[in-house]
C-alpha cells in the first residue's frame, strides 16, 4: 500500500508494505513486526511528539557515549531484559547444559593468552582467587582445547576497559587439558554498580531502580562440534542475586567461593601470605546436534 494523507492503521501498513520489495523473507518479516509493534506502542502510551523527541534524544546520546570498550546499547538493552530474553530464545540446549546468560558490555577481542594456573588478574586489586573447574560434554565427557575466556571486574567493581591501563587486568583467555581442566588466578569478584553516569543511568535513576549486579566471573567458551556458551559463575551469598540490574543470575549459576587462611597451601603449591580464595565451576557444553529449535 502507498500513497498520500496516510494515517493510522493505513499508514502502519504502507510502511510495512514499502519494505516487500526486499528479496530476504527474514528482514521483510523482523521490520514488518518492528513496525507494527513500534505503532502500537505509540498508539498503546498516546506518544507526544515531546516524548518523542526525548526519545530520540535518548538514544543520540546512548549512540554517543558508546564505544569500542564500552557499549551503552548493549547495557541498554540489559536493563530492559531484552537480552535475557534473547538468550532464552536463542539458546535452546538440554537441561545438563550450563545455562547461558547476557554478554554484558565488557567483552573485548584479543585478551591475552594464559597458561593453565596461570594469572589473569595481572596485578588487578583484589583477593586472590583461584578458579578451577573442568569444561564438559552433556554427556559428561571431558573436552580437550576448549577455549576459555574470561574477564571479570576488581575489587573496586571495575573493568580494565574502565580505567587507563597500560595492559589488560582481570582478562585472559586459556585452553583446556587432556582431561578438560581449567584454572587461572584472578582475584575475588564483588559486587558492583552498572555504568551509570550515562544514559541508561539516568532510565535507571527515573524508573526508580538499582544499578548493582551481583559478584560474576564471566565465560565464553568454544570448542569445535559444540555450541557456543556465554554465561557467568555467580558468587553464592551476594546480596543482590535477587536484583540484578540486567536480570541475568540464575541458580545454577550460583557457586561457593571459599575462603583459606594466609599462609596455606593452594593445589598448585603456592603459599599466599593473605587470605585467598578458590571457585570450582564445571562448564559444559552441547554438542551442536543437542541443541532443539524453539518451541512456539
Known sequence: MSGTNLAGDELTSAVVA???GSPDPRLREVLGALVRHLHAFAREVDL????YFAGIDFLTRTGQISTGTRQEFVLLADVLGLSMLTVGLGNPKPPAATASTVFGPFFVEGSPAVELG???ANGAPGQPCLVSGRVLATSGEPIAGALVETWQSDEDGFYDVQKDLAEPQNRGH????????YSFWAVRPVA?????DGPVGELLRA???GPMRPAHIHFMVTAPGYARLITHVFAAGDEHLGDDAVFGVKDSLVAEFTEHPAGSAAPDGRELDRPWFSVEYDLVLAPVEETRPQQG
Not at 507526544?48 to 516524548?51: F, K
Open 18 to 20: 514499502s519494505f516487500d
Open 48 to 51: 507526544t511528539e515531546e516524548e
Open 118 to 120: 596461570g594469572d589473569v
Open 174 to 181: 586459556l585452553t583446556t587439558d587432556a582431561e578438560g581442566n
Open 192 to 196: 558492583y554498580p552498572i555504568p551509570a
Open 207 to 209: 524508573g526508580g531502580r
